[in-house]
């Protein structure tokens, strides 16, 4: 079945750099758009970047500018580069298939959800 494998979380200083990476098997990834959600306790889980299979990206009003997604439909992966980070950037972050539910919205393609990797931003 597909699985979702996050990694590179860790802990920074406001301003630093982590680059996030995600291994999705299955036949899922080539078909579908990817991206990356964060989460934080007692919030709704958010979706702040996507990379269709197109090409196309799109990303949260609170990280464009800062962060950039890529993915290899080779290896599986989709990447999360995260610059100028900010303290309520901390979350745990994960990544899914995204699908569209409408003409403006994703959904996540894939119910079981990875583990996610932990970012933490602090001085």
């Known amino acids: 079945q597909v699985q979702l494998v996050e990694s590179g979380g860790g802990w920074v200083q406001p301003g630093g750099s982590l680059r996030l990476s995600c291994v999705a098997s299955g036949s899922i990834f080539s078909n579908y758009a990817m991206g990356w959600y964060r989460q934080t306790p007692g919030k709704q889980r958010e979706l702040v970047a996507v990379k269709t299979n197109g090409g196309s990206t799109n990303y949260a009003d609170s990280v464009k500018g800062r962060f950039t997604i890529s993915r290899d439909n080779a290896k599986n992966t989709v990447d999360l580069q995260m610059n100028s980070l900010k303290p309520e950037d901390t979350a745990v972050y994960y990544c899914?298939?995204?699908?569209?539910?409408?003409?403006?919205?994703?959904?996540?393609?894939?119910?079981?959800w990875g583990q996610g990797t932990q970012v933490t931003v602090s001085s």
């Open positions: 899914n298939a995204l699908g569209l539910l409408d003409s403006a919205r994703w959904a996540y393609a894939n119910d079981f």
